[in-house]
Structure formats: C-alpha cells, structure tokens
C-alpha cells in the first residue's frame, strides 16, 4: 500500500474517532447539561428522560419531554407549558440554531403532546423587528391535545386526539395582505373538539374532522356569535350583518394552500344551517379588488335551511331543503369585481319552501335553476305588511318555467336572452299603487333582456287600479321577442314587442258607474275581435243624478261583435295605430242626459279638435257601424219623464279617422249615416271636417222623409208639454257649415196638415186658448215646392257640445219655416196677452176680496151704481184680454 494511501485511511480513522466521541460527549453534555443551559440562556424551562443528538445527521430524538416558560407574563416571546411524550426531529439544523438563532427541520414528530401554547404579540410594523423564525419542512403530530391562545390569554385554537401529518410547511411570521398565513402540499389530520377564535365576534367549532386517502371529513362544523344582535348593533355599529353557520357533516379532497391560492375538490357540504341577522345598516361596497383566488371543483350543498331575518327580528327570507351543485367555482381578482363575483362552468340549484317577507310575501313550493333553464312550482304572492300607496299583487300561480340562451353580465350590466317564458294558472289581483312624483332615475342594472316567446296559460287575473278593476278570465296569451332596453339620458325602459296574441273571455272592468264586459277577446298585432260587448251602468238614473256634480251622460251600451284589422304598436316608445277597417254589428246604445244638476262649465272641443289632441299617430281607413240602434233621452226639472230620440237600424261609414300626426296621409273626415228616425222615416246624414285644420270648420247636411209629426211626441211631450196632433214631415233638408263660434246654412221643410197640441205640466189636459193661439199662426202646410230660409248667426255655448248647436241650427230652421219672419214679433205678442190676462185676472180676485170684507149698506145708491159700473168695465176689459 502507497504512503498517501494509509495517510489517507488514517486520517479518516482519526476523523471518525474524533466525530464519535464528539457524539458521545454531546449526548453526556445535552443528557446532563442542556437543560440548565436551555433555562439559562432561554426563556423556557426543559426537562426530559432521554435525549439523543446524531452530530452526523442532525437526528434528535427525546422522549419525557416537559416545557414550561419561565416567565408566564412575558408576552413578547411564545409562552409555552405542557409535556410531550416523544419527540422526534430529523437534519435538524444545529449551525443555524447556534450561530444565526434560526429553528429548522427537515422533519418534527412530536408524540403525544399535550401542549399550551401562548403566541406573542404581533411584531411591530413600524421597526420590523423579526423574531425568531421557526421552520419545520413537514410536522407529524400523534394523539396531541394542543391549545393556543393570544398573547391576552384569550383562547384562539384548540384541539383533542390531534394526528397531524404536513409536508413542504411555509408559514409567514405575520398576517400580510393579499397572502395565506399557512400554506403546505400535503396533509393529513384527524382529531375532536376544534375550536377556533378568529376575531372577538365569532368561534368555530368542530366535533370531529378526519382524513383518509385525501379525502377530509368534517362532523359539526359551527360558526357561533359570540354576541347577541343588541351587543353586535353596540359594539360594531357599522356593520350590516351577523352570521350563525351549522353543517353536521362535510366532505372535500384535496387541498391545496399556495401563495394566494386555495383549491380543493369535491366538497359535499349535507344539512347546513344557515342565519343571517341584518342590521339595517347599508352595506358598503369596497372598492378594492381582492388578490385571493378560489378553485373549488365539483361542489355540493345537500339540504340546507336557510333564514335571513330583518332588523327586527321578523324573517326576511326563509328556505329549506336546499340544493346546489356547482362545477369548477372561481372567485379571482376579475370575478371580484362583477356583479355575480364567481365564475362558474355548470351548476344545478333546488330548494322547497321558499318564503320572502317584505313589502310582498312571496313563497314557492319548489324551485329549479341551471344555467340553461328554470322551473318554479305553486307561487303565491300576497301583500306584505307596509305596502301601503305601493303596487301590490295577490297572485297565485301553479308553474312557471323558463329556458335561457344567455346570461351574462359585462361591465356589471345585465345582458340576458331568454328563449322562452311559461305561466301557467295564475289567479289573483295586481292592484296599482299611487304614482308618485317623478325622481331622479339612478342608472340601472339592465343592458338589454330578451324574452324570444313569453306563453301566459289558463289564468284568471284582476288589475285594480283606483278602485275600478280590469278582469282577464281565461286568459292564455302568446308575446314573442319582449325587449327590455335603457332609454337615453336615465328616463327609464324602453319596451319592446314584436308580435303578440292573446284571448280572455269574460272580460270585465268595472268604473265608478259601469261594468263593461266582453263575451270573448282576441287581439293581435293585426287584428283585434270582440264578442258581446256589454257596457251597463251600475248605478239607477236617480243614483245617478245625485252623484255627478255637473250634467254628465249616462250611457248602456251593447255590441254584438266588434273587429278591427290592420297594424298597432302600444307598447313601444314609438306607439302608432293605424287599422285599415274596424267594424261594428248589431250595436245597441242607450244615452241619458238629465238636465237637473248643474251645466257643465268646462269648454267642450269639437271632435276635430278632440281626435287632434290623441298624442300617437293614429288612423282608421273605414269604420262601419252596422245594423244598430241609437236611444237618446234628455230630461229637465219641469219634465214628466224623459224625452226620447230613438235612430234604428243604424248604419254609419266613416272614412280616414285620423290624429292628424302620420306624415303623408291625408287628414280629412267623412262620415256618412243611414238610420231611421224614431223607427217611422228614413234619415241620412253626410258630416266632414279636417283634422289638421286648426279652425275646426265642419260642415253637415241631411234629409229625412215621410215623417209623420206625431212620431216626435215621445221627445217633445214629456217636457215642453206640447204634442203633435197632425201633420206629416214630407221632406226635411238642412245643410250647415260651421266652426267653434257657431254655425249657419239653409234648411228646407215641407210638411202638410200640421196641428199641435199644448199642454199642462202633467200633461193631460189641453189649453185651448194657447194652442188656438199656436195653430193660428203656424203653417200647417208648406205647398209643393217650400223655399228652402236660412240658417244665420246661430251662436254656439262652447260649454255645449257639437250637438247642442247641431239642434240649434235645425231649431232655427224650424221656426222660420213654421212661423214666418214675424216669429219674434208674435211670441212677444202671445206672452204679453198672456200677462195681461194674469193682471187681470189677479185684479178681479183682489177687488172681489175687498168687497167681501167691506159690507157698507149705509152709503148712497149713487156710490153702488159707480162701484157696479167700475167693476161692469173691468170684466169687459178682462174678457177681451182674454179674446187677444
């Protein structure tokens, strides 16, 4: 063997016996030595039984190990007091402990530990003084009982039967922002009696908690207020809310802790409970964007209760039985900032019971929700306690469904497409609340919402609206592509509709004086059918009289069928109607006007004017009234019953109905009519005005037939006590034009054999003298060939309406053609005579009653024949008063 060779092997020998009785003299030193060196140069106090050191491997294995610290106050290093039974660490490293202060292990075992642990106070930020770190790679712990708590001896964690198991630990010294405290690569952890302190609010409790093959079981999971509501509004006045949290038992696999980061995989959360207690306090919403990401794979929760309570105590929302599957749950920094701050692939969610107080209470029986469609069964919606003045529904519905194309939100707007909507069976009452000023409108969630098809099926609903509800029965409509859309400058929706179709029978409205009803409704966006429609008064004529302030028609109306066909948007910003033909049959119209309470002082518009002020373009090319009956009745104070205008058979075509507000078309009204009058002569009307003339010219012609004079008694006798006791209306021609100040024309009557009767006010005996008077001066005959007079300077009452001045015209004519031109000379005559023979008559009865209670038989005979004399001249004077 070469020299450099045995030198070689000699100094290894030497090297070897020197390392070894380093070792043994260590072990002599750490058995007998360390722990007065450890009490005097820590602030621990260390016993043990055994103690190995391996210089080599840096191994230590002790066992019979107890700690306490020496100085229990001291709260600027961890306290510690307990025993540990074994412990084992492995490459612990020794040059680091001695010469940079630094605690490091590739492995620590710690058996049977029963350990109180006391953390120090947090370091102080402003120095950044570090205290000594202590690293451990990966830590086992069997059957451990630890506890810590807080530097103020408050508890913080504890745990019973631990078995720990951590590979590749990191721990950051302090609580940084935006970064986990702990974080590892593998685990496995078995224990009982958890108990966590995070904050003075709440503790966590847990019975059991186990893992087996990746897999971690959790048993009585809790998260415990520990304040009442009362304390919590005290203590934290700024806060919104307070929670409790139980799940009996939860499952997950594979937790992963990295940075920033936590991810696990197949959490199965079963029976949690869940309560949230509001505060009323507004919740703020912070605008820092969270560095925290969340990758949860495969979720589910499995018959959960939830209960949200109001400020009061009351409950908010309720829930039970509870669903949720969710496929891969994100919540990063970009998710943070959405409306919804999770982002998911697919999920699945149902729950029964679900119950919302508020100002409406709404409850479902069942509910189910994916990202592709919904299903909500047995929906009741009644009022809440503090709806008053707020639109209100009580509504009950057995199922509504609903598939979705899309749903998503950008830029925190909502962008949802719906294919389609299903209602079925609703019943019930939406009732409108009171429409308050307008306010300033906020900006609102919704970008655009799309429904494709929205189906309303076999429902029964009332909308009452200031005490006069709109009843749909049997209602199944069909409306496709609903869209929702914000309007400029924050004025609210714009609503949308493409196409639309709806049928309801026995529709119903009911005002303060009528229900109107309708047999059968259909209705589209171009046609529109009606069946028996029906508008009666709900009150008597008499009822009726007693509540209007001022005079006011009374109507009862009837229709067989009404249609109406062409194109109508309603709903849209830009409302138009435009129908190429609206026809009614078999109209059945009853109007009453009693003139006892007070005129109605208001200014009445033309209808030019009238159909002018309809603020949507709107024209109807034909509009036929067919094979109907008109009934007009007018009563006054003095009348004995109502006067009555009856126009049967009924026909009335009126063209180019307008608003004056489509560009291009022509504005022009035509209406013709074709009746008969008081069911005894032929009556035809020809009526036109333009829309757009600001004038209001009108003109209206006509001609009736062959009518016999007594026909007009059932309108003239009740109360101008005047009737009809011969004659016929051969031939009545009127042509007017005119305005809003009145109108003028010719009118042309032929009649023969007219004679009229006058009445007393109970219309029953004949006065003779006043209708020999009338017949004198009447022409009972026109000839063959009358002239036609003018109709001049009739002054219309704007406080009338277009008819009042219409009759006015004919009346006019009437009188002029009757009378002659001398008609106001001889009414002033007639009534003068009148009023003498009223004076005279009023004379006689005071003198005769003056000679009754004189009785003077003393006077001379020449005084009695002057007083017989006197009165002699007076009864003459009376009897020809009488033959004027």
Same mark, same amino acid.
């Given at each position: 063997?070469?020299?450099?060779?045995?030198?070689?092997?000699?100094?290894?020998?030497?090297?070897?016996?020197?390392?070894?009785?380093?070792?043994?003299?260590?072990? *002599?030193?750490?058995?007998? =030595?360390?722990?007065?060196?450890?009490?005097?140069?820590?602030?621990?106090?260390?016993?043990?039984?055994?103690?190995?050191?391996?210089?080599?491997?840096?191994?230590?294995?002790?066992?019979?190990?107890?700690?306490?610290?020496?100085?229990?106050?001291?709260?600027?290093?961890?306290?510690?007091?307990?025993?540990?039974?074994?412990?084992?660490?492995?490459?612990?490293?020794?040059?680091?402990?001695?010469?940079?202060?630094?605690?490091?292990?590739?492995?620590?075992?710690?058996?049977?530990?029963?350990?109180?642990?006391?953390?120090?106070?947090?370091?102080?930020?402003?120095?950044?003084?570090?205290?000594?770190?202590?690293?451990?790679?990966?830590?086992?712990?069997?059957?451990?009982?630890?506890?810590?708590?807080?530097?103020?001896?408050?508890?913080?964690?504890?745990?019973?039967?631990?078995?720990?198991?951590?590979?590749?630990?990191?721990?950051?010294?302090?609580?940084?922002?935006?970064?986990?405290?702990?974080?590892?690569?593998?685990?496995?952890?078995?224990?009982?009696?958890?108990?966590?302190?995070?904050?003075?609010?709440?503790?966590?409790?847990?019975?059991?908690?186990?893992?087996?093959?990746?897999?971690?079981?959790?048993?009585?999971?809790?998260?415990?207020?520990?304040?009442?509501?009362? =304390?919590?509004?005290?203590?934290?006045?700024?806060?919104?809310?307070?929670?409790?949290?139980?799940?009996?038992?939860?499952?997950?696999?594979?937790?992963?802790?990295?940075?920033?980061?936590?991810?696990?995989?197949?959490?199965?959360?079963?029976?949690?409970?869940?309560?949230?207690?509001?505060?009323?306090?507004?919740?703020?919403?912070?605008?820092?964007?969270?560095?925290?990401?969340?990758?949860?794979?495969? *979720?589910?929760?499995?018959?959960?209760?939830?209960?949200?309570?109001?400020?009061?105590?009351?409950?908010?929302?309720?829930?039970?039985?509870?669903?949720?599957?969710?496929?891969?749950?994100?919540f990063n920094k970009e998710t943070s900032d959405q409306v919804i701050p999770v982002g998911y692939r697919d999920f699945t969610f149902s729950g029964r019971d679900i119950v919302y107080s508020n100002q409406q209470n709404i409850s479902v029986r069942t509910v189910g929700i994916n990202p592709k469609s919904g299903e909500l069964r047995d929906i009741v919606i009644t009022p809440g306690a503090h709806a008053d003045g707020k639109t209100t529904m009580d509504l009950k519905s057995s199922h509504i469904a609903f598939n979705i194309n899309k749903l998503e939100f950008i830029n925190k707007k909502l962008n949802l497409d719906l294919k389609d909507l299903l209602v079925e069976n609703i019943n019930g009452t939406v009732k409108a609340g009171v429409k308050k000023q307008k306010t300033v409108q906020r900006p609102g969630i919704i970008q655009s919402v799309t429904v494709q098809k929205t189906s309303v099926k076999n429902s029964n609903i009332i909308y009452d609206k200031g005490g006069e509800p709109l009843a749909f029965h049997d209602l199944n409509a069909t409306v496709n592509e609903i869209m929702l859309t914000p309007q400029p400058k924050g004025q609210g929706l714009s609503f949308k509709v493409k196409d639309y179709f709806l049928t309801t029978r026995n529709?119903?409205?009911?005002?303060?004086?009528?229900?109107?009803?309708?047999? @059968?409704?259909?209705?589209?966006?171009?046609?529109? =059918?009606?069946?028996?429609?029906?508008?009666?008064?709900?009150?008597?004529?008499?009822?009726?009289?007693?509540?209007?302030?001022?005079?006011?028609?009374?109507?009862?109306?009837?229709?067989?069928?009404?249609?109406?066909?062409?194109?109508?948007?309603?709903?849209?910003? =830009?409302?138009?109607?435009?129908?190429?033909?609206?026809?009614?049959?078999?109209?059945?119209?009853? *109007?009453?006007?009693?003139?006892?309470?007070?005129?109605?002082?208001?200014?009445?518009?033309?209808?030019?004017?009238?159909?002018?002020?309809?603020?949507?373009?709107?024209?109807?090319?034909?509009?036929? @009234?067919?094979?109907?009956?008109?009934?007009?009745?007018?009563?006054?104070?003095?009348?004995?019953?109502?006067?009555?205008?009856?126009?049967?058979?009924?026909?009335?075509?009126?063209?180019?109905?307008?608003? $004056?507000?489509?560009?291009?078309?022509?504005?022009?009204?035509?209406?013709?009519?074709?009746?008969?009058?008081?069911?005894?002569?032929?009556?035809?009307?020809?009526?036109?005005?333009?829309?757009?003339?600001?004038?209001?010219?009108?003109?209206?012609?006509?001609?009736?037939?062959?009518?016999?004079?007594?026909?007009?008694?059932?309108?003239?006798?009740?109360?101008?006590?005047?009737? $009809?006791?011969?004659?016929?209306?051969?031939?009545?021609?009127?042509?007017?034009?005119?305005?809003?100040?009145?109108?003028?024309?010719?009118?042309?009557?032929?009649?023969?054999?007219?004679?009229?009767?006058?009445?007393?006010?109970?219309?029953?005996?004949?006065?003779?003298?006043?209708?020999?008077?009338?017949?004198?001066?009447?022409?009972?005959?026109?000839?063959?060939?009358?002239?036609?007079?003018?109709?001049?300077?009739?002054?219309?009452?704007?406080?009338?309406?277009?008819?009042?001045?219409?009759?006015?015209?004919?009346?006019?004519?009437?009188?002029?053609?009757?009378?002659?031109?001398?008609?106001?000379?001889?009414?002033?005559?007639?009534?003068?005579?009148?009023?003498?023979?009223?004076?005279?008559?009023?004379?006689?009865?005071?003198?005769?009653?003056?000679?009754?209670?004189?009785?003077?038989?003393?006077?001379?005979?020449?005084?009695?024949?002057?007083?017989?004399?006197?009165?002699?001249?007076?009864?003459?004077?009376?009897?020809?008063?009488?033959?004027?």
């Amino acid at each position: 063997m070469k020299k450099w060779a045995k030198r070689v092997l000699i100094s290894f020998g030497i090297l070897a016996a020197v390392i070894l009785a380093a070792n043994f003299g260590l072990n *002599i030193w750490l058995k007998t =030595q360390l722990p007065d060196y450890i009490k005097k140069n820590t602030d621990y106090k260390v016993s043990y039984k055994t103690l190995d050191v391996d210089l080599g491997t840096g191994n230590i294995l002790a066992t019979g190990i107890t700690v306490n610290s020496k100085d229990p106050q001291n709260t600027n290093v961890i306290g510690l007091q307990g025993t540990i039974d074994t412990l084992k660490i492995s490459r612990f490293g020794i040059y680091d402990a001695i010469f940079n202060k630094t605690i490091s292990s590739s492995d620590l075992l710690l058996a049977k530990p029963n350990l109180n642990v006391i953390l120090a106070k947090p370091i102080d930020r402003k120095t950044g003084k570090k205290r000594n770190p202590v690293l451990f790679e990966n830590i086992r712990i069997n059957e451990g009982t630890i506890a810590v708590f807080k530097h103020t001896k408050q508890k913080f964690l504890s745990v019973h039967q631990l078995d720990l198991f951590v590979e590749n630990l990191q721990m950051t010294e302090e609580s940084v922002e935006h970064k986990l405290p702990v974080v590892f690569d593998r685990y496995s952890i078995k224990g009982k009696s958890f108990f966590f302190r995070p904050d003075e609010v709440y503790a966590v409790t847990i019975s059991n908690i186990h893992t087996a093959d990746g897999q971690m079981t959790v048993e009585n999971f809790k998260l415990i207020p520990l304040l009442s509501l009362n =304390q919590f509004k005290k203590f934290y006045p700024k806060k919104a809310r307070l929670f409790e949290f139980a799940i009996p038992k939860m499952e997950f696999k594979d937790v992963m802790l990295n940075k920033n980061k936590i991810s696990l995989t197949n959490a199965d959360f079963q029976n949690p409970r869940l309560i949230v207690h509001n505060t009323g306090i507004p919740v703020k919403n912070s605008n820092k964007k969270s560095d925290f990401e969340v990758n949860l794979e495969n *979720i589910k929760l499995s018959n959960a209760v939830a209960l949200i309570n109001k400020p009061d105590g009351s409950a908010l929302l309720s829930a039970g039985n509870l669903n949720l599957n969710i496929n891969q749950l994100k919540f990063n920094k970009e998710t943070s900032d959405q409306v919804i701050p999770v982002g998911y692939r697919d999920f699945t969610f149902s729950g029964r019971d679900i119950v919302y107080s508020n100002q409406q209470n709404i409850s479902v029986r069942t509910v189910g929700i994916n990202p592709k469609s919904g299903e909500l069964r047995d929906i009741v919606i009644t009022p809440g306690a503090h709806a008053d003045g707020k639109t209100t529904m009580d509504l009950k519905s057995s199922h509504i469904a609903f598939n979705i194309n899309k749903l998503e939100f950008i830029n925190k707007k909502l962008n949802l497409d719906l294919k389609d909507l299903l209602v079925e069976n609703i019943n019930g009452t939406v009732k409108a609340g009171v429409k308050k000023q307008k306010t300033v409108q906020r900006p609102g969630i919704i970008q655009s919402v799309t429904v494709q098809k929205t189906s309303v099926k076999n429902s029964n609903i009332i909308y009452d609206k200031g005490g006069e509800p709109l009843a749909f029965h049997d209602l199944n409509a069909t409306v496709n592509e609903i869209m929702l859309t914000p309007q400029p400058k924050g004025q609210g929706l714009s609503f949308k509709v493409k196409d639309y179709f709806l049928t309801t029978r026995n529709f119903a409205y009911k005002t303060q004086f009528y229900n109107i009803s309708l047999g @059968l409704l259909k209705l589209n966006k171009n046609k529109v =059918q009606v069946n028996n429609f029906a508008m009666k008064p709900l009150v008597s004529r008499a009822q009726f009289i007693k509540m209007i302030p001022v005079e006011r028609d009374l109507y009862d109306l009837k229709a067989g069928q009404i249609n109406a066909e062409g194109s109508w948007d309603l709903f849209s910003q =830009q409302k138009f109607f435009n129908a190429s033909r609206v026809t009614i049959e078999s109209a059945d119209a009853n *109007i009453f006007r009693s003139k006892i309470p007070k005129d109605d002082p208001k200014v009445k518009a033309l209808y030019s004017k009238m159909l002018r002020s309809i603020k949507i373009p709107m024209t109807v090319n034909h509009l036929d @009234l067919k094979n109907s009956k008109l009934v007009y009745e007018e009563d006054t104070p003095e009348s004995l019953g109502p006067g009555k205008l009856t126009f049967s058979n009924f026909n009335m075509n009126v063209k180019n109905l307008n608003s $004056a507000k489509t560009k291009g078309k022509p504005t022009k009204v035509d209406i013709k009519i074709n009746c008969s009058f008081m069911n005894l002569a032929p009556l035809s009307v020809n009526w036109n005005f333009d829309v757009a003339d600001p004038s209001d010219a009108f003109a209206i012609s006509g001609r009736t037939s062959n009518l016999p004079v007594s026909g007009i008694n059932p309108f003239i006798r009740p109360y101008l006590h005047v009737t $009809a006791t011969a004659g016929t209306i051969q031939e009545m021609l009127f042509n007017f034009k005119g305005n809003p100040a009145g109108l003028h024309g010719t009118f042309n009557l032929k009649h023969k054999d007219l004679k009229i009767a006058v009445l007393n006010k109970n219309n029953q005996e004949k006065k003779g003298l006043l209708t020999a008077v009338v017949n004198i001066f009447i022409k009972s005959d026109s000839g063959r060939f009358p002239e036609a007079v003018a109709v001049e300077n009739v002054e219309r009452d704007p406080t009338k309406s277009f008819f009042n001045l219409f009759w006015k015209g004919i009346e006019q004519g009437l009188k002029k053609t009757l009378i002659g031109k001398s008609v106001e000379k001889t009414e002033k005559k007639v009534k003068e005579a009148v009023s003498s023979v009223k004076d005279m008559k009023q004379s006689v009865k005071e003198i005769k009653q003056e000679i009754k209670t004189k009785k003077e038989p003393s006077k001379p005979q020449e005084e009695k024949k002057e007083k017989k004399g006197f009165l002699n001249d007076l009864f003459k004077k009376k009897d020809k008063a009488e033959t004027e």
